[in-house]
C-alpha cells in the first residue's frame, strides 16, 4: 500500500475502561489534551481550544485529544443534560475537532469510540473505505476513497477493542 504522508492525530471519545488505559499509556508517548466534557456541552470554545493546541503541535509529531471522562464524570454530565444529549453532543464536538485536524493538514487519524468514529466518518463525508493490515483484533487500517479531504488513512474502535499501546500500535500500522 502506499503510504500517506502528513501529521497524525487520536481522538478517543469512549469512557470504556480500555480506552482510558489507553489514554493513560499514550501520555507516555505524545502530548494529550483532555477535553472537559461541561465545556464542549456549552459551546466552540472548547473546540476551537483543542485545535489551537494541536496545530501548535503537530509539527513534533501525533497528538492524542480526548473526552474520555471517568464513568463518575460521565455520569454527573448525563444527570444534568441527559444521556443521549450528553452523548451527541461530545460526538459532535469531536467529530468537528477531527475535520478541523484534516483542515490542518492531518492525513492520518486514529479515532476510538464506536459512536465517536461514526460521527467523524459522517462530518468528513467518507463514502467508503479499503481495508488495509490489522492493528488490532476486529480493527483495521482503512483507507478512504471517495473523500473530498483527499487522501486519508484511519483507524475506527470501539471502545473496548485494542491492547494498553493501542494508540502507538495504530499509528506505527498508519505510518
Do not use: Y
Request: aromatic share 2%.
Amino acid at each position: 500500500d502506499r503510504p500517506v504522508e502528513g501529521p497524525a492525530a487520536c481522538l478517543a471519545g469512549s469512557c470504556s475502561r480500555a480506552t482510558l488505559t489507553q489514554i493513560a499509556r499514550a501520555e507516555e508517548t505524545m502530548p494529550v489534551l483532555r477535553l472537559d466534557p461541561e465545556r464542549l456541552m456549552s459551546g466552540v470554545a472548547e473546540t476551537h481550544r483543542a485545535l489551537a493546541w494541536a496545530a501548535a503541535c503537530l509539527a513534533d509529531g501525533p497528538v492524542l485529544i480526548a473526552s474520555s471522562g471517568s464513568p463518575e464524570v460521565v455520569s454527573a454530565l448525563q444527570a444534568r443534560h441527559g444521556r443521549d444529549a450528553a452523548g451527541q453532543a461530545i460526538e459532535q464536538s469531536l467529530a468537528t475537532i477531527a475535520e478541523g485536524l484534516v483542515e490542518l493538514g492531518v492525513r492520518r487519524l486514529v479515532v476510538a469510540g464506536g459512536e465517536t468514529s461514526g460521527a467523524v466518518v459522517d462530518q468528513l463525508a467518507i463514502p467508503a473505505f479499503e481495508l488495509g493490515p490489522e492493528i488490532a483484533a476486529g480493527v483495521p487500517a482503512l483507507r478512504a476513497l471517495g473523500s473530498p479531504h483527499g487522501e486519508l488513512l484511519l483507524a475506527l474502535k470501539s471502545g473496548n477493542f485494542g491492547g494498553d499501546r493501542f494508540f502507538a500500535d495504530a499509528l506505527a500500522v498508519l505510518a
